[in-house]
T-cell receptor, first 115, second 109 residues
Framework: EPEVTQTPSHQVTQMGQEVILRCVPI?????FYWYRQILGQKVEFLVS????????KSEIFDDQFSVERPDGSNFTLKIRSTKLEDSAMYFC?????????????FGPGTRLTVL | RKEVEQDPGPFNVPEGATVAFNCTYS??????FFWYRQDCRKEPKLLMS???SGNEDGRFTAQLNRASQYISLLIRDSKLSDSATYLC??????????FGAGTRLFVKA
């Protein structure tokens, strides 16, 4: 069964450093997403990406964040200068459609720890 | 008012019990509705989509009441393996998907 994969599974970084989280969505999917989940809190939408551009982003997704699809398979989230409050689980997801067909498949997540 | 609101629980039920979860959403223009399941420290996984006519998948039944902006999930004959957090998820028509905080379920032997 096709699945979304994410690397690394755990990333530890120092405050102020840049991190890149990587995702490989399901191959025939067209819509890609990043979410975060701070420990003990709800899953929060960060950004969606379609047709090689950001289609929607939340208030959380400020200038410190960027996304890229550098090739036909990878989808990355970059945090330019990490803060302590960026510590969270980051989930990538992909879907073949949107709206009522928006069944999103999630990757296993990257746990980001900012020290 | 929270965009998607759920009873946080936890619900502690014996095996074989029937349990119901409720969810309300604030945006009347919301278009798509889902229940996801999340195990501890794992990714959310789709349990079922929710349609206006209601839908059933084995022991699970989901209902949507657009007039009341209310979604429900019923689990019959609970199994130990049903222990998880159940997430109510709403799409407002764009790309943004809004998750509720989840309801924790513990099924005891």
């Amino acid at each position: 069964e096709p699945e979304v994969t994410q690397t690394p599974s755990h990333q530890v970084t120092q405050m102020g450093q840049e991190v890149i989280l990587r995702c490989v969505p399901i191959s025939n999917h067209l819509y890609f997403y990043w979410y975060r989940q701070i420990l003990g809190q709800k899953v929060e939408f960060l950004v969606s990406f379609y047709n090689n551009e950001i289609s929607e982003k939340s208030e959380i997704f400020d200038d410190q964040f960027s996304v890229e699809r550098p090739d036909g398979s990878n989808f990355t989230l970059k945090i330019r200068s990490t803060k302590l409050e960026d510590s969270a689980m980051y989930f990538c997801a992909s879907s073949s459609g949107r709206g009522s067909y928006n069944e999103q498949f999630f990757g296993p997540g990257t746990r980001l720890t900012v020290l | 008012r929270k965009e998607v609101e759920q009873d946080p629980g936890p619900f502690n039920v014996p095996e074989g019990a029937t349990v119901a979860f409720n969810c309300t959403y604030s945006n009347s223009a919301s278009q798509s509705f889902f229940w996801y399941r999340q195990d501890c420290r794992k990714e959310p996984k789709l349990l079922m989509s929710v349609y206006s006519s209601g839908n059933e998948d084995g022991r699970f039944t989901a209902q949507l009441n657009r007039a009341s902006q209310y979604i429900s999930l019923l689990i019959r004959d609970s199994k130990l393996s049903d222990s998880a957090t159940y997430l109510c998820v709403v799409n407002e028509g764009g790309f943004k998907t809004i998750f509720g905080a989840g309801t924790r379920l513990f099924v005891k032997a």
